[in-house]
């Protein structure tokens, strides 16, 4: 299994970017989005579960982000709006052979290499 994320720079507050991320493999059965600050934990962002096309988001991005996907192409994006200055963080797709117990990292076992995303004016 291989996890390619891409999409991310700088931006200024109030700014957008859009994530992607290309998975390869099988069984995969939901997509994550997951971002690391400096000096802070990993945290939950947003999954797709494919199945049904579910999806969830942490209060922190809800009403901001929105998560997709291209079951074809294997490929899941994170349309990020209103980007803050708190949004900076590397962010990480990650894949899950699971349905559900998906908002937390322990759910997810391949991992992409992360994006950094920074928001700064």
């Known amino acids: 299994v291989q996890l390619q994320a891409c999409g991310g720079g700088l931006v200024q507050p109030g700014g957008s970017l859009r994530l992607s991320c290309a998975a390869s493999?099988?069984?995969?059965?939901?997509i994550g989005w997951f971002r690391q600050a400096p000096g802070k934990e990993r945290e939950f962002v947003a999954f797709i579960r494919w199945r049904g096309l579910v999806t969830d988001y942490s209060d922190s991005v809800k009403g901001r982000f929105t998560i997709s996907g291209d079951n074809a192409k294997n490929t899941v994006y994170l349309q990020m709006n209103s980007l803050r200055p708190e949004d900076t963080a590397v962010y990480y797709c990650?894949?899950?052979?699971?349905?559900?117990?998906?908002?937390?990292?322990?759910?997810?076992?391949?991992w992409g290499q992360g994006t950094l995303v920074t928001v700064s004016s």
């Open positions: 493999g099988r069984n995969l059965r939901t």
């Open positions: 990650a894949a899950s052979v699971r349905e559900f117990g998906l908002s937390t990292a322990n759910s997810y076992v391949y």
